[in-house]
Nanobody, 125 residues
Framework: QLQLVESGGGLVQAGGSLRLSCVASTRAFSTYAMGWFRQAPGKEREFVAAINYSGDRTYYSDSVKGRFTISRDNAKSTVYLQMNSLKPEDTAVYYC??????????????????WGRGTQVTVSS
């Protein structure tokens, strides 16, 4: 059973930055596409960013494009989400997820088989 553990969340002022990390408990990390999703109170979970197994293809939601960057280090079984120019509307619990697909990466949460427990990001105005 693949386990994912997120870290790096916290409280930051608007305009600030945070970097989230997600470590996977598998030596086969490089065979998984990885995604970041978020869920704000009272709202549905939404897609944030995704990256394919090799790291050469990335996908972003329109709301974070140009501000967030997803990357991965397969040697460390870790995926990152660098978040810059944070806004109060970015406040949410952020989850990483893993999908054992070989091509591309999905923007749909239902395509992901494994999920972390999440890390809270709070952006104050």
């Amino acid at each position: 059973q693949l386990q994912l553990v997120e870290s790096g969340g916290g409280l930051v002022q608007a305009g600030g930055s945070l970097r989230l990390s997600c470590v996977a408990s598998t030596r086969a990390f490089s065979t998984y596409a990885m995604g970041w999703f978020r869920q704000a109170p009272g709202k549905e979970r939404e897609f944030v960013a995704a990256i394919n197994y090799s790291g050469d293809r990335t996908y972003y939601s329109d709301s974070v494009k140009g501000r967030f960057t997803i990357s991965r280090d397969n040697a460390k079984s870790t995926v990152y989400l660098q978040m810059n120019s944070l806004k109060p509307e970015d406040t949410a619990v952020y989850y990483c997820a893993a999908d054992p697909r070989r091509f591309g990466a999905s923007t749909e949460g239902r395509e992901y088989d494994y999920w972390g427990r999440g890390t809270q990001v709070t952006v104050s105005s």
